[in-house]
């Protein structure tokens, strides 16, 4: 079973940075999906990026038209770590964030998918203005 946790969340101040990092195992496979989501008070959960990871590499990387420039998802320790470098954040950028991994697709199937199976409990990013 999949298991996910997200840490490095905060309060930041506007054009300030911070870095998620999501701890996970029991990934059964080593080609596979993976990103991060977003959802703030009283919206949609939104994308805010997904790669394909292939034996411990991150490929075919795609990020949301509003962090695209700001935010650098990637991956480390073979796959067991989950990045999410996020810079000149803005006050629209508070949200809970979400890791996410899905085992049935990979390579370039994962910027379109649009449903993830394993989820994180969440790290809260709050950014003030």
């Known amino acids: 079973q999949v298991h996910l946790a997200e840490s490095g969340g905060g309060t930041v101040q506007a054009g300030g940075s911070l870095r998620l990092s999501c701890a996970a195992s029991?990934?059964?496979?080593?080609?596979?999906?993976t990103g991060w989501f977003r959802q703030a008070p009283g919206k949609e959960r939104e994308k805010v990026a997904t790669f394909s990871v292939a034996g411990g590499v991150a490929r075919y990387a795609d990020y949301a038209d509003s962090v695209a420039g700001r935010f650098t998802a990637s991956q480390g320790n073979a796959g067991k770590t989950m990045y999410l470098q996020m810079n000149n954040l803005e006050p629209e950028d508070t949200a809970m964030y979400y890791c996410?991994?899905?085992?049935?697709?990979?390579?370039?199937?994962?910027?379109?998918?649009?449903?993830?199976?394993?989820w994180g409990q969440g790290t809260q990013v709050t950014v003030s203005s």
């Open positions: 029991g990934i059964p496979y080593s080609t596979y999906c």
């Open positions: 996410v991994v899905e085992t049935r697709y990979s390579g370039d199937w994962c910027s379109r998918i649009t449903t993830f199976s394993s």
